[in-house]
């Protein structure tokens, strides 16, 4: 784990080596798994240190700070992908400004986000939020609802401006490896019965900081890790 006099630079290598190890130990490819660097709360000039070392995926959890930061650093070459909750209200900026959403979890959301993407910019692409463990903190479909969850994709799938691509899951914290794993397989199991009628899901967005590793054994493909590349966060006030 991060401490504060541990540099950036230190830390996102070391999040490296913890991805490469645990591809090689579920015998994948290695870069099979792409990290997003999750930058919230993060000023501007640390997601530019993490990019010097050739980070290009950053997640954004509120809106406000998305649009700061693209602002901010529009000379980079940056992927955004907004992980937050995202209230209808605050599309657009989703919308006009990041590449993917991690967090879809209604139709009318996704119809919004279809409107007000500009149509010069490539499709936004989107993965569905699945409640894995039931958690009434938590958004997202529940993993038993198909129907709910097929009815969702069938939506997505219809709008030009968005690109059905994954599930998305933040399971309840575990300790060990063993129970973060029984979790998250959850979702590559939903993933395997979607495909058939749903072939352009290939991403499942699942990992953070401390269950990292069972998630890339679990098939994950997309990483999010926050506080072991910039440090523990201040509780949000
Ligand atoms: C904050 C956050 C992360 C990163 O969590 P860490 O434990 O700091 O790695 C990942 N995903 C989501 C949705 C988050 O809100």
């Known amino acids: 784990m991060n401490s504060a006099d541990?540099?950036?630079?230190?830390?996102?290598?070391?999040?490296?080596?913890?991805?490469?190890?645990?591809?090689?130990?579920?015998?994948?490819?290695?870069?099979?798994?792409?990290?997003?660097?999750?930058?919230?709360?993060?000023?501007?000039?640390?997601?530019?240190?993490?990019?010097?070392?050739?980070?290009?995926q950053f997640g954004e959890n509120y809106v406000n700070e998305l649009s700061d930061k693209v602002a901010a650093l529009q000379d980079l070459d940056i992927e955004w992908h907004f992980i937050g909750a995202l209230q209808s209200n605050k599309s657009?900026?989703?919308?006009?400004?990041?590449?993917?959403?991690?967090?879809?979890?209604?139709?009318?959301?996704?119809?919004?986000?279809?409107?007000?993407?500009?149509?010069?910019?490539?499709?936004?692409?989107?993965?569905?939020?699945?409640?894995?463990?039931?958690?009434?903190?938590?958004?997202?479909?529940?993993?038993?609802?198909?129907?709910?969850?097929?009815?969702?994709?069938?939506s997505i799938a219809d709008l030009s401006r968005l690109r059905l691509r994954?599930?998305?899951?933040?399971?309840?914290?575990?300790?060990?490896?063993?129970?973060?794993?029984t979790s998250l397989r959850r979702l590559k199991a939903l993933q395997h019965t979607l495909l058939p009628e749903f072939p352009s899901l290939d991403t499942l967005s699942m990992g953070m900081s401390d269950d990292l590793e069972a998630a890339v054994l679990e098939g994950s493909t997309m990483v999010r890790i926050g506080s072991a590349i910039f440090g523990r966060r201040a509780p949000k006030t």
Do not use: F
């Open 6 to 56: 541990t540099s950036i630079e230190t830390s996102l290598s070391l999040v490296r080596q913890r991805i490469r190890k645990a591809e090689r130990e579920a015998l994948r490819e290695p870069h099979d798994v792409t990290l997003i660097a999750v930058s919230k709360t993060r000023p501007a000039a640390d997601l530019a240190r993490a990019y010097a070392t050739g980070q290009r």
């Open 166 to 181: 994954g599930l998305m899951a933040i399971p309840a914290p575990q300790t060990n490896t063993a129970a973060q794993g």
């Open 92 to 154: 657009r900026a989703v919308a006009e400004q990041a590449h993917w959403l991690h967090t879809l979890d209604r139709a009318k959301l996704a119809q919004r986000l279809h409107d007000q993407r500009p149509s010069e910019m490539a499709p936004l692409h989107v993965c569905i939020q699945i409640n894995l463990d039931a958690q009434p903190s938590k958004a997202g479909l529940a993993p038993d609802d198909l129907d709910g969850i097929a009815a969702l994709a069938r």
